[in-house]
């Protein structure tokens, strides 16, 4: 049973504008939520995360968004740039465990 | 700070044979995770320990699969009898103690398994 999904296995920007990304989840209970930036032969660097008291949280040029009602979850980058190119996952937080999605792969274009 | 490490990095295994990987978590860190991953999934959790107490283990885990973190420091994880299915990259997370979140984990590089 998924208890994350990242619906879209990649997303093609350009430079300079925003990246979306998107990520749902199943269980009302998670209280975090978190984003990991993964590049080829690395583990994941966490990015952002967000707790479920909240709805928005930003740092720089990343920005996350929890809609609660619609157990919805998206990273926001901007301005995108060449190195943001990377697979992202959602992560999921309950208890002692970690539920990720799929991820995304996002590729900024020059 | 060193960041977390894992050994090997790669480790290629005849089916049946028992294989151990170890990691070392950021110095400090109390709690540490083992993750799998397999192509084009994201990671998958297998155990969490705090300190040296074996915490959380997944139900989806094998009983050929375990774990240890003496001293809770370093921690290993053992598979026996490897199966070709167990082919994958194992990932070590670690985090520093918390009393609530933000439940950010620091990884380290990961080994991959293949099962031959």
């Known amino acids: 049973d998924q208890q994350v999904k990242q619906n879209s296995p990649s997303l093609s920007v350009q430079e300079g504008r925003i990246s979306i990304l998107n990520c749902d989840y199943t269980?009302?209970?998670?209280?975090?939520f978190l984003w990991y930036k993964k590049y080829p032969a690395e583990g994941p660097t966490f990015l952002i995360s967000?707790?479920?008291?909240?709805d928005k949280n930003e740092d720089g040029r990343f920005t996350v968004f929890l809609n609660k009602s619609a157990k919805h979850l998206s990273l926001h980058i901007v301005p995108s740039q060449p190195g943001d190119s990377a697979v992202y996952f959602c992560?999921?937080?309950?208890?002692?465990?970690?539920?990720f999605g799929t991820g995304t792969s996002l590729t900024v274009i020059p | 700070d060193t960041g977390v490490s894992q050994n090997p990095r790669h480790k290629i295994t005849k089916r049946g044979q028992n294989v151990t990987f170890r990691c070392d978590p950021i110095?400090?860190?109390?709690?540490l995770y083992w993750y799998r991953q397999t192509l084009g999934q994201g990671p998958e959790f297998l155990t969490y320990?705090?300190?040296?107490?074996?915490?959380?283990k997944s139900r989806l885990l094998s009983d050929r699969f375990s774990a240890e973190r003496p001293k809770g420091s370093f921690s290993t994880l053992e598979i026996q009898r490897t199966e070709q299915g167990d082919s994958a990259m194992y990932l070590c997370?670690?985090?520093?103690?918390?009393?609530?979140?933000?439940?950010?984990?620091?990884f380290g590089p990961g080994t991959r398994l293949t099962v031959t």
């Open positions: 269980n009302s209970m998670f209280d975090y």
């Open positions: 110095s400090e860190h109390n709690r």
């Open positions: 997370a670690s985090s520093p103690p918390t009393s609530g979140g933000p439940y950010e984990q620091y």
């Open positions: 320990f705090q300190n040296e107490a074996q915490l959380e």
């Open positions: 992560a999921v937080h309950l208890g002692n465990q970690f539920y």
């Open positions: 967000i707790s479920s008291i909240k």
